[in-house]
Protein backbone atom coordinates (compact mmCIF):
# COMPACT_ATOMS: atom_id res chain seq x y z
CA UNK A 1 0.00 0.00 0.00
CA UNK A 2 1.33 3.28 -0.72
CA UNK A 3 -0.02 6.51 0.57
CA UNK A 4 0.56 9.89 -1.35
CA UNK A 5 -0.60 13.69 -0.82
CA UNK A 6 -0.48 16.23 -3.81
CA UNK A 7 -0.54 19.65 -2.12
CA UNK A 8 -0.88 21.48 -5.34
CA UNK A 9 -4.44 19.85 -5.81
CA UNK A 10 -4.91 19.22 -2.58
CA UNK A 11 -5.67 15.67 -3.02
CA UNK A 12 -4.63 12.33 -1.39
CA UNK A 13 -4.52 9.11 -3.22
CA UNK A 14 -3.82 5.73 -1.23
CA UNK A 15 -2.87 2.96 -4.02
CA UNK A 16 -4.44 -0.52 -2.60
CA UNK A 17 -2.67 -2.24 -5.42
CA UNK A 18 -0.05 -2.13 -7.61
CA UNK A 19 -2.85 -3.48 -10.70
CA UNK A 20 -3.88 -0.90 -12.69
CA UNK A 21 -7.67 1.05 -12.14
CA UNK A 22 -10.43 -0.26 -15.03
CA UNK A 23 -13.23 1.73 -13.34
CA UNK A 24 -13.39 4.39 -11.06
CA UNK A 25 -17.11 5.41 -8.93
CA UNK A 26 -17.35 8.30 -7.17
CA UNK A 27 -19.06 7.37 -3.94
CA UNK A 28 -19.14 11.50 -2.02
CA UNK A 29 -18.41 14.29 -3.18
CA UNK A 30 -14.75 14.26 -3.83
CA UNK A 31 -14.06 10.49 -3.10
CA UNK A 32 -13.48 8.44 -5.96
CA UNK A 33 -12.82 4.77 -5.74
CA UNK A 34 -10.83 2.85 -8.68
CA UNK A 35 -11.27 -0.98 -9.28
CA UNK A 36 -9.43 -2.97 -11.46
CA UNK A 37 -10.74 -5.91 -14.14
CA UNK A 38 -11.50 -7.71 -11.74
CA UNK A 39 -13.94 -5.91 -9.88
CA UNK A 40 -11.24 -5.38 -6.81
CA UNK A 41 -10.62 -2.38 -5.29
CA UNK A 42 -7.08 -1.01 -5.69
CA UNK A 43 -7.44 2.69 -4.99
CA UNK A 44 -9.22 5.29 -2.72
CA UNK A 45 -8.61 9.37 -4.37
CA UNK A 46 -9.91 12.35 -2.12
CA UNK A 47 -10.24 15.08 -3.15
CA UNK A 48 -9.91 18.72 -0.72
CA UNK A 49 -8.06 16.32 1.10
CA UNK A 50 -6.79 18.59 3.86
CA UNK A 51 -10.21 19.54 4.55
CA UNK A 52 -11.53 15.66 5.06
CA UNK A 53 -9.17 13.82 6.78
CA UNK A 54 -6.07 14.65 9.16
CA UNK A 55 -2.90 14.94 7.02
CA UNK A 56 -0.78 15.85 9.90
CA UNK A 57 -0.81 12.27 11.67
CA UNK A 58 -0.53 8.76 10.09
CA UNK A 59 -1.25 5.60 12.74
CA UNK A 60 -0.72 2.22 11.50
CA UNK A 61 -2.23 -0.12 13.89
CA UNK A 62 -2.20 -4.19 13.93
CA UNK A 63 0.14 -4.30 11.08
CA UNK A 64 2.18 -7.11 11.15
CA UNK A 65 5.07 -4.65 12.94
CA UNK A 66 4.45 -2.64 16.24
CA UNK A 67 2.61 0.14 16.43
CA UNK A 68 4.17 3.21 14.88
CA UNK A 69 2.73 7.14 14.38
CA UNK A 70 4.27 9.06 11.65
CA UNK A 71 3.40 13.03 11.96
CA UNK A 72 4.23 15.59 9.44
Known sequence: MKISY?????SLYIDLSEQ???ESREVSEGVVLDYGADGRLVGI???NASKKVNLKTLTLNKLPTDEQTFAA
Open 6 to 10: YPDTD
Open 20 to 22: PSA
Open 45 to 47: DID
